[in-house]
């Protein structure tokens, strides 16, 4: 069931799916990493007004799925999700930071962000023809 939020001035239900891969695709995680990720994903989405729906992970990516306000650009919110992660993860877990010492970076540089939720194209494209249009 889709999430209806609301906002100063707006009603919103916008939900984006990401993924993340680690640097190399390297498999590195384990599940005490995974539990730690998704705090530090969690307190990175209450800085920016979002939601983090669902999380979770395997050893060499991790999947986010979270509800974020109209005011958020997704390419800040990544921005911000990766780098701190990565700094946080790697200063507190020594192997993962042995592992990439020479990149200083657990993240590849690339993303993957989908729009997820709501209607199928086929039913919005449908209403929105359907409307009474004067003449």
Known sequence: ?????????????????LAFVTKYRHK????????????????????????????NGENGHVHLLMNFPPKVAVSKLVNSL??????????????????YYRANKLWSGSYFAGSAGGAPLSILRQYIEQQNRPQ
């Open 28 to 55: 590195v995680f384990v599940d005490r990493h995974l539990n730690r990720m998704e705090e530090i994903m969690r307190e990175v989405c209450a800085d920016f007004e979002t939601e983090l729906v669902e999380f």
């Open 82 to 99: 990766k780098g701190v992660s990565s700094r946080r993860m790697r200063q507190e877990f020594p192997d993962l930071a042995q592992r």
């Open 1 to 17: 069931m889709t999430q209806v939020r609301t906002g100063r001035h707006c009603t919103f239900a916008m939900h984006v799916h």
